[in-house]
Each structure stands twice: as structure tokens, then as C-alpha cells.
């Protein structure tokens, strides 16, 4: 099974630049993904953090997909729970028709920020919170997309519109078990969120295969494994660029989620022993080093977790070395652009 790669894009802001910059930023990478020949750009979806812009993804897919011409184009995710069934299924049939067989949607339980942040976007309402309330919301998606919503249901005379347009693949968003035994039921694919949940992926991958039922969505399973990944040219750089995530890590988990610190910066940074453990367990969770490295380490965990492609986000405060690690990644697989 040849592996593909993938990018997930959190559209990173940096110390002394603008989130304006930073969706820039966005185009500029899917542009040279694309070039390089990864197979689909997925937009993060996070809100209230002073270090991530992208807290609209249906509206930077469509610029990316504007941007480019072949790649794949989605959301990873959209957080269900956030929003209204009928306008989640209303936009993707809108990106659907603007570019047809380009789009996927990721959709996530889970809020992508603060509790006050995830109440806030839903208006108050503290009933879409709860885990229980998630495979509903999912049926009302496809309900009002193919206009199957139950009798009895209070919105069945709605239909998502244009209503010649069906849903893109729909993948489940996970970093746990729940998605994968609820995306493997459902027969609908999925991807697991390693890159800041590693301990489970295996567990859950296997979970979602060995489970999988067939659906008039999905024959076989597909699934995606997301992983942190800072590739330099040798060891050494690829060290000397993580620096930026070990203190923006440090600050986030101690309530400070400050822009991504230069690498300088961090490594002035007057690490305590405490704090030098808890950026050694966040180091566990990523890939760093060489390109040689970086690929066997990927080639390892996607055979471990029996994943068909890999996805990849660089967590690195320069722009220009985000997009060298990204080709470095792609000549070391060898990958190239379809035609």
C-alpha cells in the first residue's frame, strides 16, 4: 500500500507578525503542496488562541481551493458541535459546487477552544456540549443533505441547498477511540489527531479497521493519522527549529498561549528542570530531525497504525523554513505531482 502525505494547516501566528500574514501564509504553503504533490490541505479549526488564525475554515478552504488547481481541499475539522447541522451541510454543498471532487469534510466533536469560547459560539446553549448529543447532530447532516430526515423529525420539510449538490467525503475527526468506533460503524472514513494525541493512535486505527461495516458511503476503510513533524537538514537544524515549539508549548500548557516565540527567544528561554520535562514529554510526541529520519519514523508509525496516509503539520516560527521542511519531507518520499 503506497503511502500518501497530506499537510494540516493551523495557519500559525508568530512573534512580531500579523494573523493577516498568517492566512497569507496558508496560501503560499498549499500552493507549494500542491507543487510538491501532497494529496489534500486540511484547515484546522481553533478559536481564542492568540497563536492560531485559522478560526474559519469553511471560508479558507475556498481560498485555498481558489488558489490551486488539483489538490484536495477540507476541513480539519469542523467542529459539529459549534455550529447548526443545516449550515455546516449548506456550505460544503456550496464548496462542492464551486469545486467539484476537490473538498473533503472533517468534522469534529470536540470545540477547539475554551469552554467559554466553545458557549460562546454556540449561543449559551449547553445541551450541544455533551458527547451524547454528537451521532445526532451527525445524522441531521446528512438529513438535511440528502433530504432523509426521519418522520416526526421537527425539520424534515428542510433540505440543504443547492440541493443538486451532495456532501464531499466526509471523514471523523478523533483522539480517541469514540470517532473511530463511530466513523467504523457508520462506514465513513477517518483520521486520527496524533499529532497532539500519539499515546491511542495505534489502538484507535486498529479500533476503526478491525470494525469497519461497509456503507453507500464507503467499501473499504481509509485512514488518515496526523502527526507533528519538524524536519531540518540535519539533526542539528531540525533541533534548532523545534526551540520555537518547545516554549510556546511551555507557555500554552501553563495558561500563556502567546504567539510562537523565535527560536532564539526560546532558546535564551530560563528553563526550569520541571519545565525542561514537560517540553521532553512534548518532544516525545513529535518527529524531529533529518529528512532520512523524519521519513522512516513516518513510514514506521503509519505501518504501526495501518494508516493510508500520513498527514503532516510543521510547527516552525519562519515561514520560509515551515515550507523547506514540508519539501524536504516530500523529496525524501519522493512523491511528485499527478498530472
Known sequence: MALSLS??????????????????????????????????????????????????????????????????????????????????????????????????????????????????????????????????????????????????????SVRALPG?????????????????????????????????????????MLAYRNGFTPSRYLAEPEAILAVSVICGETEERADYLAASQDLFWLRFTSGRPEPYPTPEEALAYPYTPEERATIAARRAQQIIGSPAKVARELAAMAEQTQANEVMITCPIYSHEDRLRSYALIAHEFGIRPSP
Do not use: C
Not at 456550496?94 to 469560547?117: N, V
Not at 467504523?184 to 477517518?190: D, P, Q, S, Y
Open 164 to 204: 443538486d449538490i451532495s456532501l464531499p467525503p466526509v471523514w471523523l475527526l478523533g483522539s480517541s477511540d469514540y470517532s473511530a468506533r463511530l466513523a467504523a460503524k457508520l462506514g465513513l472514513r477517518f483520521a486520527y489527531a496524533a499529532h497532539f494525541s500519539p499515546y491511542y493512535a495505534e489502538e484507535a
Open 7 to 156: 499537510v494540516l494547516d493551523l495557519a500559525t501566528i508568530t512573534s512580531g507578525t500579523s494573523a493577516s500574514q498568517a492566512l497569507r501564509n496558508t496560501i503560499a504553503l498549499a500552493q507549494l503542496a500542491e507543487r510538491l504533490g501532497y494529496t489534500r490541505y486540511w484547515l484546522a479549526e481553533h478559536h481564542n488562541m492568540p497563536a492560531i488564525a485559522s478560526t474559519a475554515p469553511e471560508i479558507m478552504i475556498g481560498q485555498v481551493a481558489r488558489a490551486t488547481e488539483r489538490i484536495r481541499v477540507g476541513s480539519g475539522g469542523i467542529m459539529l458541535p459549534n455550529y447548526a447541522p443545516l449550515k455546516v451541510a449548506e456550505w460544503f454543498h456550496t464548496l462542492e459546487a464551486l469545486f467539484p471532487g476537490r473538498i473533503d469534510l472533517g468534522i469534529g466533536r470536540a470545540p477547539g477552544s475554551d469552554q467559554a469560547a466553545a458557549l460562546a459560539l454556540r449561543g449559551g446553549d449547553r445541551r450541544s456540549l455533551l458527547a451524547e448529543a454528537f451521532p445526532q447532530q451527525l445524522s441531521d447532516l446528512f438529513g438535511f443533505s440528502e433530504g432523509s430526515l426521519p418522520p416526526g423529525h421537527p425539520y424534515r
